[in-house]
């Protein structure tokens, strides 16, 4: 049985509040959808990751639920910083694979391409982050858009109501970010 948006936004504000009892009803209701984000966030990594999704939900979830300053205001705002927790885990995982000292740097001699895709697509990620964190010096919301977007597999309607502006605007933002980023990433290699 679906669970209505109301429902999860009540038991958000009522876990916010204090209330333990709610934060064990919330989370089978929200499962699912964060299951669907972090495959999302997995579809754009190498096929042969060595981080399972489910890895990831375990370790947003960690997260979610040690957040004790967050007054949560409705299902997009948890889902929100369900999208901003899985991106930054992953860009800290990519750049711990990458380091010198953990053989990341080392040229890798194997029967196949694989290690070497996989080295690519990390350094990928990192690009991708390096210039997400200069666009939002220049502008915050443009920065969560692509992340919302792109990380979080969030639809323009979903990124509008995470950020409380119109969907005209996400699609503006989206498409000013995307050539930003492109011209960012471009002048880096």
Request: aromatic share 6%; with cysteine; charged share 30%.
């Amino acid at each position: 049985m679906p669970s209505s948006d109301d429902e999860i936004t009540g038991l958000l504000i009522n876990w916010s509040n204090g209330d333990q009892a709610a934060l064990e009803k919330l989370l089978p209701l929200v499962e699912r959808e964060l299951h669907r984000l972090a495959h999302s966030y997995m579809r754009h990594e190498d096929p042969d990751h060595t981080l399972q999704t489910t890895a990831l939900i375990n370790e947003t979830y960690l997260r979610l639920v040690d957040q004790k300053r967050v007054k949560w205001q409705n299902r997009a705002h948890f889902f929100g910083i369900a999208a901003q927790i899985m991106r930054r885990f992953l860009c800290n995982y990519a750049r711990d694979q990458n380091r010198a000292k953990r053989g990341g740097r080392a040229i890798h001699v194997s029967l196949s391409s694989i290690a070497i895709m996989a080295s690519e697509k990390a350094k990928e990620l990192i690009a991708l982050d390096e210039a997400l964190k200069k666009l939002a010096l220049v502008d915050e919301r443009k920065s969560r858009v692509v992340e919302l977007r792109y990380y979080g597999g969030l639809s323009v309607e979903e990124t509008a109501e995470v950020l409380n502006i119109s969907p005209v605007t996400v699609l503006r933002d989206w498409r000013y970010a995307r050539a930003w980023l492109h011209r960012e990433i471009g002048n880096e290699t």
